[in-house]
T-cell receptor
Framework: GEQVEQRPPHLSVREGDSAVITCTYT??????FFWYKQEPGASLQLLMK?????EINEGQGFTVLLNKKDKRLSLNLTAAHPGDSAAYFC??????????FGAGTKLSVKP | DPKIIQKPKYLVAVTGSEKILICEQY?????MYWYRQSAKKPLEFMFS???????DNQTASSRFQPQSSKKNHLDLQITALKPDDSATYFC???????????????FGPGTRLLVL
């Protein structure tokens, strides 16, 4: 089945810096990709859903890049602020199966 | 108003007991899921249901049994509880079983289970 590897497990940056989280996956048939944000003690909040046909996707304060050749998905927070401190999870969906999640990245943004 | 309700929010159980975690969604979705999150395995897929039928089961233990009495309900019965079952259990739903362009999973607030 699909294997999703997420790096790094922990990331600490200064306010205003960029933060990059990367996931690699194994199944070349994967076609939906998701990024979720989870604040401490809270549920998962969908940040962005990416289709395999689009390589660059921009959200509010972040960009998601999809490299299908390398089977790599990345989340780039362009100018992080303390409110971005949370755990971030990628998820990959293939066929009709429920998405498989990466292990998560705990991001800390210091003032 | 919350669209996915999970009850209870917190649950403490003794080893060997049985508990039922409740999930109800009011999004009109046809597919529902259970995930488990713990320190050992950050977010682990357990089950998926579509139109009240089991579609995917990635849980090795038969101690975990999903139950769907209505289309918008997917409860999780856990028997013979063990301390290793301590985790936060998240219910999720999507319009259809994921595969359509517009389908996205939405997560409930979770039930935190502690087994002593």
């Amino acid at each position: 089945g699909e294997q999703v590897e997420q790096r790094p497990p922990h990331l600490s940056v200064r306010e205003g810096d960029s933060a990059v989280i990367t996931c690699t996956y194994t199944d070349p048939n994967s076609y939906y990709f998701f990024w979720y944000k989870q604040e401490p003690g809270a549920s998962l909040q969908l940040l962005m859903k990416v289709f395999s046909s689009t390589e660059i996707n921009e959200g509010q304060g972040f960009t998601v890049l999809l490299n299908k050749k390398d089977k790599r998905l990345s989340l780039n927070l362009t100018a992080a602020h303390p409110g971005d401190s949370a755990a971030y999870f990628c998820a990959v969906s293939y066929n009709n199966n429920a998405p498989r999640f990466g292990a998560g990245t705990k991001l800390s943004v210091k003032p | 108003d919350p669209k996915i309700i999970q009850k209870p929010k917190y649950l403490v159980a003794v080893t060997g007991s049985e508990k039922i975690l409740i999930c109800e969604q009011y999004l009109g979705h046809n597919a529902m899921y259970w995930y488990r999150q713990s320190a050992k395995k950050p977010l682990e897929f357990m089950f998926s249901y579509s139109y009240q039928k089991l579609m995917d089961n990635q849980t090795a233990s038969s101690r975990f049994q999903p139950q769907s009495s209505k289309k918008n309900h997917l409860d999780l019965q856990i028997t013979a509880l063990k301390p290793d079952d301590s985790a936060t259990y998240f219910c999720a739903s999507s319009q259809e079983r994921l595969g359509g362009r517009e389908d996205t999973q939405y997560f409930g607030p979770g039930t935190r289970l502690l087994v002593l």
